[in-house]
């Protein structure tokens, strides 16, 4: 089992900048990837970038404006978020993949609100 739990959301202006981090506890040696993905009402979950062995994967909506690290030790991973955007507004998840296992783990979501 892996336990996720995010910190750092809020509401910032546009244009501001926000740090998002997810402490990893449990079995995390079994963790192969980390990311971030988000989700607004009414819409499906999307992915917002990962992270794993040091190759990182970002949505093209956030690519040159959020950065994400951490995960080498598989027990924290953050999202710093620059030139934010009112479209970026949504609640925002960490997640843990484990292959061997074939188990997705989230966190409980934080909210980001970015205002025009």
């Known amino acids: 089992q892996v336990q996720l739990v995010e910190s750092g959301g809020g509401l910032v202006q546009a244009g501001g900048s926000l740090r998002l981090s997810c402490a990893a506890s449990g079995s995390i040696a079994s963790i192969n990837l980390m990311g971030w993905y988000r989700q607004v009402p009414g819409k499906q979950r999307e992915l917002v970038a990962t992270?794993?062995?040091?190759?990182?994967i970002y949505a093209d909506s956030v690519k040159g404006r959020f950065t994400i690290s951490g995960g080498n030790a598989k027990n924290t991973v953050y999202l710093q978020m620059n030139s934010l955007k009112p479209e970026d507004t949504a609640v925002y998840y960490c997640?843990?993949?484990?292959?061997?296992?074939?188990?997705?783990?989230w966190g409980q979501g934080t909210q980001v609100t970015v205002s025009s």
């Open positions: 992270v794993s062995g040091g190759s990182t």
């Open positions: 997640n843990a993949k484990c292959i061997l296992s074939r188990r997705d783990y």
